[in-house]
C-alpha cells in the first residue's frame, strides 16, 4: 500500500510516440495501479519526450533532472512504470541509486538495491545484443543486395523472413523454462504469471498479459 508524497516520471522515446501517447497511457496505469488506496500524495506527473542513449543519459533528460531536484525538494519519491524508463545503463541507475532520490519502479516495487542493479544488468546486456544484431542484419542485407529504406516486393520478403526468425530464436531460448514449467503442472495462465515474476519479458519487452503470446511460444517451439 503506498503512503507518503510522490512524483511520477513518464518517459516515452521519440517525438511520434510522444504526440501520439503511445506507450505513455500504460505507464501511467502502472503508476495509478501502484497508488491504489493507501495514504499518499501525487505532487506532479512529469512526461519526457527524448531518445535518452549516451553515457550522459541525464544529460538529456532535463525533465528527469527536474523531476529528481523537485523529490530533493518535496522530500518525494520519484516513481516510474518500469526500470527501463530511466535507463538500460548499469552506471546511469547506480549514479541514481546514490543521487539520494529514492525511487519506485512499480512493477516490482519491493526490489532491494541488489536486484535492481541486476535488472538493469540485464537490461544492459539485452540492449547491446540488440544493438549488435541490428547491426549485423543490416549489414547481412546490404550483401544480399537490399537497398535499406527502400519499399516493394523485393525487400519485404528478406524482412518478414529475418522477423520470423527471430520469433524462432526467442522461443528456442523459452524452451527450458516452458517445458520446465510443464513438468511442474502449471496451467497456462500460471506460466505467464511466473514469467513476469521472474522478471523474464516478452519478445517485444514487455509484460505477459495474453495467453495468446505463450501460446505462439509454445507452438513454435513444438515445430522446431
Known amino acids: 500500500m503506498a503512503n507518503g508524497k510522490f512524483i511520477a516520471y513518464y518517459r516515452v522515446s521519440t517525438q511520434k510516440q510522444g504526440q501520439s501517447g503511445l506507450g505513455l497511457e500504460a505507464q501511467q496505469q502502472a503508476v495509478n495501479n501502484y497508488l491504489n488506496g493507501g495514504e499518499w500524495e501525487l505532487i506532479k506527473e512529469i512526461i519526457e519526450v527524448e531518445t535518452g542513449k549516451g553515457a550522459d543519459a541525464l544529460e538529456k533528460r532535463p525533465q528527469l533532472k527536474a523531476a529528481l531536484e523537485m523529490c530533493k525538494k518535496q522530500k518525494a519519491t520519484l516513481l516510474i512504470a518500469v526500470l527501463d524508463r530511466l535507463g538500460r545503463n548499469v552506471h546511469f541507475i547506480s549514479g541514481l541509486m546514490e543521487s539520494g532520490v529514492d525511487f519506485i519502479s512499480v512493477e516490482s516495487p519491493n526490489d532491494s538495491p541488489f536486484m535492481l542493479h541486476v535488472k538493469a544488468a ?36 528478406p524482412n518478414i523472413e529475418a522477423r ?36 523474464i519479458k516478452t519478445a517485444k519487452g514487455g509484460e505477459w498479459s495474453s495467453l495468446v503470446q505463450l501460446q505462439r511460444i509454445i507452438n513454435r517451439i513444438k515445430a522446431s
Do not use: H, Y
Not at 526467442?170 to 497456462?188: C, D, H, N, R, T
Open 164 to 199: 520470423q526468425q527471430s520469433a524462432v530464436d526467442f522461443a528456442s531460448k523459452l524452451k527450458g523454462v516452458i517445458e520446465g514449467m510443464k513438468a511442474q503442472g502449471l496451467s497456462q495462465r500460471a506460466m505467464c504469471e511466473e514469467l513476469n515474476r521472474l522478471g
Open 122 to 157: 540485464v537490461a544492459e546486456e539485452e540492449g547491446r545484443k540488440i544493438s549488435a544484431r541490428t547491426k549485423a542484419a543490416l549489414q547481412a542485407a546490404k550483401v544480399r543486395g537490399v537497398v535499406l529504406g527502400a519499399a516493394g516486393a523485393s525487400n519485404l520478403k
